[in-house]
Nanobody, 124 residues
Framework: QVQLVESGGGLVQAGGSLRLSCAAS????????MGWFRQAPGKEREFVAA????????YYPNSVKGRFTISRDNAKNTVHLQMDSLKPEDTAVYYC?????????????????WGQGTQVTVSS
């Protein structure tokens, strides 16, 4: 069982930055692929970023590539999402997720564990 707790959301102006954090309870945190997803009102949950178990490989969709950076610290059981050059369309609830697989996967249905989410609002 893995418990995930996100933090760091808030209100920011367009062009600003936020850093989200996710603390995990798992004893074997390093055995999980970690992902970030977001969901805006009336929309489906969307893949934002993922990082492999060692932290050596990351993946982003085109919508955030070059603006968002995912990182992890296996010694501290944490994963972060640095978000720069934020746009109003980035407004959503952001979720941290963990999956017990070896490859980076982008479908939310494949991730087993989820945090409660943290709200990010970008004003224009």
């Amino acid at each position: 069982q893995v418990q995930l707790v996100e933090s760091g959301g808030g209100l920011v102006q367009a062009g600003g930055s936020l850093r989200l954090s996710c603390a995990a309870s798992a004893r074997t945190f390093s055995s999980y692929v970690m992902g970030w997803f977001r969901q805006a009102p009336g929309k489906e949950r969307e893949f934002v970023a993922a990082i492999n178990r060692s932290g050596s490989s990351t993946y982003y969709p085109n919508s955030v590539k070059g603006r968002f950076t995912i990182s992890r610290d296996n010694a501290k059981n944490t994963v972060h999402l640095q978000m720069d050059s934020l746009k109003p369309e980035d407004t959503a609830v952001y979720y941290c997720a963990a999956g017990d697989f070896t490859a980076i996967l982008r479908s939310p249905a494949q991730y087993e564990y989820w945090g409660q989410g943290t709200q990010v609002t970008v004003s224009s």
